[in-house]
């Protein structure tokens, strides 16, 4: 993917700037920072935008998508924009019938279990139906791009496996068994499965970088069930090829919940060491994460969001050891280790964000 001379990365806006730096594996003067799911349930601003719009209309009105984008940005003061959509929102456009189901998540209509269900799925929403109806999200990035100036925003989608997990089982789950055991009982149907929601995820990023995001972020909420064998042979390649169509052009964090077993494999992503960035979830310590990657890797994280309640010292001295432990690595990109919970005060990540640039 070759940016214009116009994208934010080339033109001079973004290049710079302490996120992108830091994505690259340099140090600025202080870690960026931004937070996961920063856009949306724990501001009341965008409960206010949101009152008479259902999430998935929300995503597909340019204008909200790009309001609720730049909300926490102009709050918080935080060191980068992402880009408010959901994973779901490439299934969407490409046909599938879903909804979000509030407090559950996502659900689909029509379960995908076999054989025969991933070739008719495929046929019936091939990746040209998405791209043909990308157009609300280039409007809404662009919109965002206008009025960041400086502050990069980051693109993301959902990996492959996150959302193979969601179409298998019919929607949310807790150990993605059906996912899993299709993944034994057809290897080729999965493989023919996870290539095509690749496709998707990938077609999804290429949008939102082509259109001004200056980083992306593949989050792999799901991948922490998975044995490192199933992880290495049956998935990681799928999330290779969602993020190959971006990378090189503009720097990728690669996130996956729950997966400090996985995490050479999850780094590896990329292709080499340090291709891609590794978000860390708050159960494996930054330090030594950064050790296990052989010190070659920039990583994200990993605030525990249980910390967001505790009296504010408590806080402080949380923020400032993972501020510490990421010392050791090539860069630090300051953030929770999964997303804001919903009941989260979001004046506590104002302060979060005062102490990472104190
Ligand atoms: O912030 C909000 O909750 C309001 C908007 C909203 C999002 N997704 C934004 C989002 C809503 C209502 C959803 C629905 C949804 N989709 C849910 C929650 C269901 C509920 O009501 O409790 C879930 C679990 C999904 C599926 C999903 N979306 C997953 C698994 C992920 C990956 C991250 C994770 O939490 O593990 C997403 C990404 C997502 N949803 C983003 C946003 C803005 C990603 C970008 C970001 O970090 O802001």
Redesign the pocket.
């Known amino acids: 993917l070759v940016l214009s001379n116009e994208h934010p990365l080339n033109d001079g806006r973004t290049a710079a700037s302490p996120l992108v730096r830091a994505l690259r594996g340099d140090r600025p003067d202080r870690p960026p920072v931004w937070f996961?799911?920063?856009?949306?349930?724990?501001l009341p601003e965008?409960r206010a935008l949101?009152a008479e719009t259902p999430?998935l209309e929300a995503c597909l009105t340019p204008e909200l998508a790009a309001e609720i984008t730049l909300q926490p940005v102009r709050r918080h003061g935080v060191d980068a924009a992402?880009?408010?959509?959901?994973?779901?929102v490439p299934m969407l456009l490409a046909g599938l019938d879903v909804e979000?189901?509030?407090?559950?998540?996502?659900v689909f209509a029509t379960p995908v279990r076999t054989a025969a269900d991933v070739a008719r799925v495929r046929a019936e929403h091939p990746v040209e139906r998405l791209r043909e109806r990308l157009g609300p999200i280039s409007e809404a990035v662009g919109q965002c791009i206008a009025e960041l100036g400086g502050t990069p925003l980051i693109g993301?989608a959902?990996a492959p496996f996150?959302i193979a997990a969601?179409l298998v089982e019919g929607g949310?789950s807790r150990d993605h068994l059906r996912a899993r055991s299709l993944m034994h009982s057809d290897p080729e149907a999965w493989r023919d499965l996870l290539a095509w929601t690749a496709e998707l995820s990938g077609a999804f990023l290429v949008a939102q970088v082509e259109a001004g995001a200056s980083a992306v972020?593949l989050?792999d909420?799901?991948a922490g069930s998975l044995s490192l064998a199933d992880y290495r042979e049956r998935v990681a390649p799928a999330s290779r090829a969602a993020l190959a169509p971006v990378l090189g052009s503009v720097p990728a964090i690669h996130f996956a919940?729950g997966s400090g077993h996985l995490l050479e494999e999850i780094a590896l992503v990329g292709g080499e060491p340090g291709a891609v960035a590794v978000g860390v979830d708050w159960r494996t310590p930054l330090d030594e994460a950064i050790a296990r990657l052989g010190n070659r890797t920039p990583v994200q994280g990993n605030i525990d969001p249980a910390f967001l309640d505790a009296p504010p010292a408590v806080l402080e001295a949380h923020v400032r050891d993972v501020i510490a432990r990421g010392a050791s690595a090539p860069g630090h990109v300051l953030n929770l280790g999964?997303?804001?919970p919903?009941t989260a005060d979001p004046t506590v990540l104002t302060r979060i964000v005062e102490l990472a640039h104190a």
């Open positions: 996961m799911r920063q856009a949306g349930r724990s965008y949101r999430m992402v880009f408010f959509s959901d994973i779901v979000l189901v509030a407090g559950r998540g996502p993301f959902g996150t969601y949310p972020q989050f909420s799901w919940v999964h997303g804001v919903p």
